[in-house]
């Protein structure tokens, strides 16, 4: 069929799925006459006829869906939108795809749309032309207006990463010639273009974000990702250091002791309080503890609790600033952990239960094996979801990294 008419539209194929295989059936029933056979040739006949319907829906599958037709022209495309409705660290580990979209396809324009929260991580991208933002309780108005804004623009593609409900209607209400919608463990809704499943249990996310890329017959390399700081922030990262008495001869340790995400991906503040307190007086080292403005009641507790400690309660761009001047960075499975990889900082990351090691952080990206704590635990569900009982875990065996491990790896990196 796609030799003799390689270019059918989804109107022809279901139009001719439908006729031809009633055509077919009545070719083997009446003609051949299966009706002679009585149930057998009603069975015969009814399934050779699905099997046309089958052969039409594998031609959609596989020459339409499957991006051939996209691949053939690509040259057509200029302006792509890309989506990413996640969190901190799922903006993070988004990057490469721009960077790869700009090194293969110079010539295109490319937009993100993202939650408000995530912006500033793409603040100052050379490769993009423009952010958009979105509230994360964003009402019905908001949207309305987005998706008008957005369909002004003439998208000819629209890549929407690590797809969920929300984000799929969202990309099929924009006006664009074509859609991907990379889903995760859930068939690709309102895709032009299936990208296939690659679930093996420790392909990452970078990896399945960057096979939209594959699916269009582009060869994406370089899956570090990056972010952009200014000269400006620096100098001000700069300033707020000599401000607070840090010396920059002596080594500088970021840490992050809070998260809001579930409870079960939290080290816990007093580890943090016991690692920073043996770092500062039995080791000499400086440790600075950045929190968003969202987290300054534990923020407070913690400088109560640590002698010598600065910390820092703020924006996320001067925070971006802060981690890049320092040495390391010990971090919860949160954005910051990400933000400090991108910055070619040494990150520590203290992982909980589930497949955040395997999914976030990317063998070839994150090197240095030792840099991640993690346990694997019986006590979680295949797909990493809930605690098996007794639920909850009040232990939290999967967080169970020593103060003592960690402060023996982090002094190991600051020597290095």
Not at 207 to 218: K, N, S, T, V
């Given at each position: 069929l796609y030799q003799s008419e390689p270019s059918l539209s989804l109107f022809n194929?279901?139009?001719r799925a439908l006729t031809v295989?009633?055509?077919?059936?009545?070719?083997?029933?009446?003609?051949?006459?299966?009706?002679?056979?009585?149930?057998?040739?009603?069975?015969f006949s009814t399934l050779d006829s699905i099997a046309v319907v089958l052969g039409y829906l594998r031609y959609h599958e596989k020459y339409i869906r499957s991006g051939r037709q996209l691949r053939d022209q690509l040259n057509s495309v200029k302006k792509i939108l890309i989506i990413k409705l996640r969190g901190l660290g799922d903006a993070v580990i988004a990057t490469p795809v721009i960077k790869n979209i700009n090194k293969l396809m110079p010539n295109v324009s490319i937009s993100i749309l993202t939650f408000n929260f995530c912006r500033p991580l793409f603040e100052n991208n050379p490769y993009l032309e423009e952010i958009y933002g979105l509230s994360g309780e964003a009402d019905k108005g908001e949207v309305t207006r987005l998706v008008d804004l957005l369909s002004q623009q003439n998208f000819d593609l629209i890549l929407n990463l690590h797809s969920r409900d929300f984000s799929s209607r969202l990309a099929k209400k924009i006006k664009a010639r074509w859609r991907i919608n990379r889903g995760s463990f859930i068939r690709e809704k309102y895709s032009d273009i299936i990208v296939g499943s690659g679930h093996e249990l420790d392909r990452s996310?970078?990896?399945?974000?960057?096979?939209?890329?594959?699916?269009?017959?582009?060869n994406p390399q370089d899956k570090n990702p990056e972010i952009f700081i200014t000269s400006e922030e620096i100098q001000w990262a700069e300033g707020f250091m000599l401000e607070q008495k840090i010396d920059s001869s002596k080594k500088l340790v970021i840490v992050h002791p809070s998260s809001?995400?579930?409870?079960?991906?939290n080290w816990g503040l007093e580890r943090f309080v016991t690692l920073s307190h043996q770092l500062i007086h039995d080791h000499g080292h400086q440790v600075l503890a950045c929190f968003p403005k969202k987290e300054q009641s534990i923020a407070k507790l913690f400088l109560d609790q640590v002698e010598g400690v600065t910390v820092y309660v703020g924006l996320l761009r001067q925070s971006m600033?802060?981690?890049?001047?320092?040495?390391?960075?010990?971090?919860?499975?949160?954005?910051?952990?990400?933000?400090?990889?991108?910055?070619?900082?040494?990150?520590?990351v203290l992982t909980g239960p589930g497949d955040y090691k395997k999914t976030y952080y990317d063998r070839d990206v994150h090197k240095e094996e030792g840099l991640i704590f993690h346990h694997e635990v019986p006590c979680r569900d295949f797909s990493m979801s809930r605690c098996l009982p007794p639920d909850p875990c009040q232990n939290q065996v999967c967080l169970d990294h020593s103060v003592e491990d960690v402060l023996k790896k982090t002094l190991e990196v600051l020597r290095s």
């Open positions: 194929i279901v139009t295989s009633l055509a077919n059936f009545i070719r083997n029933w009446i003609l051949r006459k299966g009706i002679r056979e009585g149930f057998e040739g009603l069975v996310s970078i990896e399945l974000d960057l096979d939209c890329l594959r699916a269009i017959g582009l809001y995400k579930d409870w079960n991906n600033a802060l981690i890049s001047k320092s040495d390391l960075m010990i971090d919860n499975t949160s954005g910051q952990s990400h933000i400090s990889s991108a910055l070619n900082i040494p990150t520590l």
